[in-house]
């Protein structure tokens, strides 16, 4: 666990960048990782995901929403205390670092009414549903956010609770009643060819894991984000397996 104290420092070090994350990872940038301090992370990737691209979408797998106002909580005065694994799509939105054509998938967190709905507009994200999903399909799912981020530059973030806490239990927010692993995968396959500049996967919990199973859909999920970086836009919708 690294504090948020310890996140922003590094947010703000030389040049404006993470220089471990930026070292390590130069192809693109990337994340893997655990529970809320790799979650706080995603802000940092996406900052790197910058020096790629002036503005980017965001498609956010996640059965939350993550685009909190950090000023609606009591203690989050101060710039560390803001730096939250619910509030980075709001501190990056509010860093001019998002368009307002971002997508969630997977949403199922419960709310406070519509004005939770109404801010998350406001930080740029239209919404699909875990129930969606019924109604649509996966490639009706795969088509909504297509149509969402066009053909600009597009950041993938995914937390782990997108998936059916029965499929990986190792998470600390877990909501029942999720997509399965073979649904999301489907999912990140049919986004080939987008302009993909960045992507993390976070809030796995190895401790809460049971026969790697959560370990296990998060590794083969970032392969499909490393063969969707690797294709880049030379793919077609869809293709590959
Ligand atoms: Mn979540």
């Given at each position: 666990?690294?504090?948020?104290?310890?996140?922003?420092?590094?947010?703000?070090?030389?040049?404006?960048?993470?220089?471990?994350?930026?070292?390590?990872?130069?192809?693109?940038?990337?994340?893997?990782?655990?529970?809320?301090?790799i979650?706080?992370?995603?802000?940092?990737?996406?900052?790197?995901?910058?020096?790629?691209?002036?503005?980017?979408?965001?498609?956010?797998?996640?059965?939350?929403?993550?685009?909190?106002?950090?000023?609606?909580?009591p203690?989050?005065?101060?710039?560390?205390?803001?730096?939250?694994?619910?509030?980075?799509?709001?501190?990056?939105?509010n860093?001019?670092?998002?368009?307002?054509?971002?997508?969630?998938?997977?949403?199922?967190?419960?709310?406070?009414?519509?004005?939770?709905?109404?801010?998350?507009?406001?930080?740029?994200?239209?919404?699909?549903?875990?129930?969606d999903?019924?109604?649509?399909?996966?490639?009706?799912?795969?088509?909504?956010?297509?149509?969402?981020?066009?053909?600009?530059?597009?950041?993938?973030?995914?937390?782990?609770?997108?998936?059916?806490?029965?499929?990986?239990?190792?998470?600390?927010?877990?909501?029942?009643?999720?997509?399965?692993?073979?649904?999301?995968?489907?999912?990140i396959?049919?986004?080939?060819?987008?302009?993909?500049?960045?992507?993390?996967?976070?809030?796995?919990?190895?401790?809460?894991?049971?026969?790697?199973?959560?370990?296990?859909?998060?590794?083969?999920?970032?392969?499909?984000?490393?063969?969707l970086?690797?294709?880049?836009?030379?793919?077609?919708?869809?293709?590959?397996?």
């Amino acid at each position: 666990m690294i504090s948020s104290t310890v996140v922003v420092s590094r947010m703000t070090g030389i040049g404006g960048r993470n220089g471990l994350f930026h070292a390590l990872l130069p192809l693109a940038p990337k994340a893997l990782g655990d529970q809320e301090f790799i979650s706080n992370v995603s802000l940092l990737v996406i900052r790197d995901a910058i020096s790629v691209a002036d503005f980017l979408s965001v498609i956010h797998y996640n059965a939350h929403l993550d685009t909190w106002d950090a000023l609606d909580y009591p203690g989050s005065e101060s710039t560390q205390a803001q730096v939250t694994h619910a509030t980075f799509f709001w501190l990056a939105n509010n860093e001019g670092f998002l368009t307002n054509t971002s997508i969630h998938a997977g949403i199922r967190c419960k709310l406070l009414g519509t004005v939770n709905l109404e801010h998350d507009a406001s930080v740029g994200f239209e919404l699909i549903s875990t129930d969606d999903i019924d109604e649509i399909g996966t490639m009706g799912v795969v088509e909504r956010i297509r149509e969402r981020v066009g053909d600009g530059p597009v950041y993938l973030s995914l937390d782990i609770d997108v998936i059916d806490p029965g499929m990986a239990p190792a998470t600390g927010t877990p909501e029942a009643g999720g997509w399965t692993t073979r649904e999301v995968k489907r999912i990140i396959k049919g986004l080939a060819g987008l302009n993909i500049v960045g992507a993390d996967l976070v809030e796995v919990a190895p401790a809460y894991d049971h026969a790697e199973v959560t370990g296990i859909a998060a590794a083969d999920i970032v392969a499909h984000f490393l063969a969707l970086l690797t294709l880049g836009q030379r793919s077609s919708h869809g293709k590959f397996y």
